[in-house]
């Protein structure tokens, strides 16, 4: 079975302009959450969504956004970037199962090789 | 604000060497733990998680973790590393309560390399 898989691989980009980055999650996986990993530092939680819906939100800017589609793909966007944005973007997915009104917190994570996005 | 921290930056073994990673979470709570290895070029993989249960769980490749809950720990342990052990390793913390919206809030990481 295909793991999750992001594109682009690598991507260059300039202060100022607008990224997409893209998710496909495990086949059967319906949550999908985006980290942002800075050279030297762990992954940082951006988003998480389940069911196309938003069901958590990192500490980030509204520069960044994201939503996720019926066949639980999902797209990172990123606006007016700047140099700090500079960082590997990874993409996680996992069952989701819903049960009293939260998402099942006993579903590991699992990754894809991310995007290295680099702000000139 | 819900944190981890992973002790060490690098660490330098020779094979068969024993190794301990610690990581340590900032408050109590129900926890669930994981540790994650991100080898050279590839992506970050589950090794181990604690849901509950047994405090000392088994992972893949001869790894095992110790959760303490008295000392907020989950350390993680090899008898006997190799030279393919070298690689990160990513302690992960997921809160069931709070705000952190039970996603993963990672360490820094801890670099292991392993000298034949």
């Known amino acids: 079975d295909a793991g999750v898989t992001q594109s682009p691989t690598h991507l260059i980009k300039t202060r100022g302009q607008h990224v997409t980055l893209r998710c496909s999650p495990i086949?059967?996986?319906?949550?999908v959450s985006w980290y942002q990993q800075v050279l030297g530092q762990g992954p940082q939680f951006i988003f998480q969504y389940y069911e196309k819906e938003e069901r958590g939100r990192g500490n980030f800017p509204d520069r960044f956004s994201a939503r996720q589609f019926p066949n639980y793909s999902s797209e990172l966007n990123v606006n007016a970037l700047l140099l700090g944005d500079s960082a590997l973007y990874l993409c996680?997915?996992?069952?989701?199962?819903?049960?009293?009104?939260?998402?099942?917190?006993?579903?590991?994570?699992?990754f894809g090789d991310g995007t290295r996005l680099s702000i000139l | 604000a819900q944190s981890v921290s992973q002790h060490n930056h690098h660490v330098i073994l020779s094979e068969a060497a024993s190794l301990e990673l610690g990581c340590n979470y900032s408050?109590?709570?129900?926890?669930?733990l994981f540790w994650y290895v991100q080898y050279p070029g590839q992506h970050l993989q589950l090794l181990l998680k604690y849901f509950s249960g047994d405090p000392l769980v088994k992972g893949i490749k001869g790894f095992e973790a110790e959760f303490i809950k008295s000392k907020f720990s989950f350390n993680l342990r090899k008898p006997s590393v190799q030279w393919s052990d070298t690689a990160e390793y990513f302690c992960a913390v997921k809160w069931k309560n709070g705000g952190s919206q039970g996603n993963l809030i990672f360490g820094k990481g801890t670099k292991l390399s392993v000298k034949p």
């Open positions: 996680a997915s996992s069952l989701g199962v819903l049960g009293g009104g939260a998402l099942d917190s006993n579903q590991p994570q699992h």
């Open positions: 408050y109590g709570g129900t926890v669930n």
């Open positions: 086949s059967g996986h319906k949550s």
